[in-house]
């Protein structure tokens, strides 16, 4: 059964850089899409952007200026850098497997396994 | 501001039915495929529905979905205090640049 850990700091610095990784068990990173999820403490999820095992990315516009997602397949790891960070940047950040299709002029996509998640506060 | 509409909470009592609404739009909803994801208090979203209506396995058939023009319903029968969570549609949005996952604000879920 696929599980997914992450890992980085707990509390970062406002306009420092938030890292975090995640690593992949249970099943290989050479597959599917790799994403990272947000959620700030008693609100709504929000999609940050995924990476395909190939490399390839897509963002969500709101945080594309400062986002950058890259994978290591050696490691079976993705990660998470995000640049420039305020207060708002305070949330829970999850990673996930991502399922995306296209077909017959739809979009499928969901997302499954979900790692445990990780609270990260920006806070001087 | 969401990108997709939840009613902020809904509540019923155990062994009773209850649904939860998730409203977008066209380029949205409209044209893609709805996940449903439950979060029970302090853990991480789990998956529910794929594929507007599809189950996971694990999932026990209490829990449904459907969807009708630019409005998704996820449909939970035989109410349990365990069911108590917040619950969260997301679909795929062509609007965005290169498009990209949107989801609603949450429907908390009361089992009185």
């Known amino acids: 059964q696929m599980q997914l850990q992450e890992s980085g700091p707990g509390l970062v610095k406002p306009s420092e850089t938030l890292s975090l990784t995640c690593t992949v068990s249970?099943?290989?990173?050479?597959?599917?899409?790799w994403s990272w999820i947000r959620q700030p403490p008693g609100k709504g999820l929000e999609w940050i952007g995924h990476?395909?095992?190939?490399?390839?990315?897509n963002y969500n516009p709101s945080l594309k200026s400062r986002v950058t997602i890259s994978v290591d397949t050696s490691k079976n790891q993705f990660s998470l850098k995000l640049s420039s960070v305020t207060a708002a940047d305070t949330a829970g950040y999850y990673c996930?497997?991502?399922?995306?299709?296209?077909?017959?002029?739809?979009?499928?996509?969901?997302?499954?396994?979900w790692g445990q998640g990780t609270l990260v506060t920006v806070s001087s | 501001q969401s990108v997709l509409t939840q009613p902020p909470s809904v509540s019923a009592a155990p062994g009773q039915k209850v649904t939860i609404s998730c409203s977008g739009s066209s380029s949205n909803i409209g044209n893609n495929y709805v996940s449903w994801y439950q979060q029970l208090p302090g853990t991480a979203p789990q998956l529910l529905i794929y594929?507007?209506?599809k189950r996971p396995s694990g999932i026990p058939d209490r829990f449904s979905g459907s969807k009708s023009g630019t409005s998704a319903t996820l449909g939970i029968t035989g109410l349990q205090t365990g069911d108590e969570a917040d619950y969260y549609c997301?679909?795929?949005?062509?609007?965005?640049?290169?498009?990209?996952?949107?989801f609603g604000g949450g429907t908390k879920l009361t089992v009185l």
């Open positions: 594929e507007n209506n």
């Open positions: 990476i395909h095992y190939s490399g390839s990315t």
């Open positions: 249970g099943g290989s990173i050479s597959s599917y899409y």
């Open positions: 997301g679909t795929w949005d062509s609007s965005l640049s290169a498009g990209g996952v949107v």
């Open positions: 996930a497997r991502g399922r995306y299709y296209y077909g017959s002029g739809s979009y499928y996509s969901w997302f499954d396994p």
